[in-house]
């Protein structure tokens, strides 16, 4: 194979170092665990880790079983690895993936068996190859979907799953400049069929985002980027507060005068915290359960009970109680 442009590794370093610093506050790169899956995106990501870091890469394909070419793609991306002098375990699910949602079911299964595999080999991060493409496809996605500003932040360039970092150093990189860095270098790769079909989300979006040239995907990546930045100091705020005035759900919770979008996270979490505390027999409460009405309420000063628990308006400040168990007749 041909080796890759220096500057192309340079700047793989670069962003690969912002990343530790964003995560470690340190900018010095450790172990990395790279997850390889065939495509051109994360061949790409395999070549420039290699090339940046020999010696401190391990690499894992996820064969799903969904396909029978996936066995193929699989030992196709371990021949690759061996090329490179990079160690290459593929994982596979015990139990086949079945029921609905099968895209959302498959995702789960593969990071649930990276991050298992990652912390078993000690990486510092686990990497993997979402780029600018997926992250504007993912932003209008969200949009679409009326998300607010957590899920508008899109692909996370770092953050935990479980106990494993994950890493997205290749967030500003686009997919053709990807596939041609893979192509100029000589090295296999496979397009999945999936990637092209119109029953998924994804290929309807990034369809249409193709059709609309005034769309920059970089642009689109980019605001995602900012926005995250946002969430995080939106989130870090949200903590201080908690920290400061939540002292349990029958103490004064002074929080009316805030923004609305700290009152709404402020509003869930003290919604949690006093069901957890009396959660047989309560209705269904999630992060996603739709709260705009009881924020509507208690800012015209009005109580109200949302998933069995009672919000009361006092000058202090809310009060929180579990609402009593309706009489049946």
């Excluded at 890469?57 to 996820?62: E, I, K, S, Y």
């Excluded at 998924?200 to 193709?210: E, I, K, Q, S």
Aim: aromatic share 4%.
């Amino acid at each position: 194979m041909a080796p890759l442009p220096a500057a192309a590794v340079a700047r793989f370093i670069d962003d690969l170092r912002r990343g530790f610093a964003r995560a470690h506050d340190v900018a010095t790169i450790g172990r990395v665990g790279v997850a390889v899956s065939g495509g051109p995106d994360s061949v790409a990501l395999l070549l420039l880790a290699a090339a940046a870091l020999p010696g401190e890469v391990v690499a894992a394909t996820v064969d799903h079983r969904l396909r029978l070419a996936g066995a193929d793609e699989a030992a196709m991306v371990a021949g690759l690895c061996e090329r490179l002098g990079v160690p290459h375990a593929t994982l596979a699910p015990a139990t086949p993936i079945t029921g609905s949602s099968l895209q959302r079911r498959a995702r789960e299964a593969r990071y649930a068996l990276l991050t298992d595999w990652a912390a078993r080999h000690r990486v510092d991060a686990l990497l993997t190859a979402h780029h600018a493409d997926d992250q504007a496809e993912t932003l209008l996605m969200r949009l679409n979907r009326a998300s607010g500003l957590a899920g508008l932040s899109a692909i996370r360039a770092a953050r935990r799953e479980g106990g494993t970092l994950l890493l997205r150093p290749l967030l500003a990189w686009r997919r053709a400049e990807l596939r041609a860095l893979v192509e100029a270098a000589g090295a296999p790769f496979v397009d999945d069929p999936s990637n092209a079909d119109p029953r998924h989300d994804r290929t309807r979006v990034r369809t249409a985002l193709a059709a609309m040239p005034a769309l920059d995907p970089a642009a689109l990546a980019a605001s995602a980027g900012f926005l995250a930045e946002a969430e995080e100091a939106i989130a870090r705020l949200t903590e201080r507060l908690w920290s400061e005035l939540w002292r349990g759900p029958d103490r004064p919770f002074a929080v009316a005068g805030e923004p609305r979008e700290l009152r709404r996270r402020l509003l869930r979490r003290a919604l949690h915290a006093t069901r957890a505390q009396h959660a047989i027999g309560l209705p269904a409460f999630t992060d996603s359960s739709n709260i705009e009405p009881l924020l509507d309420a208690l800012a015209a000063r009005r109580g109200a009970t949302h998933a069995g628990v009672k919000v009361e308006v006092h000058e202090e400040g809310w009060i929180f109680r579990v609402a009593p168990p309706r009489r049946s007749l």
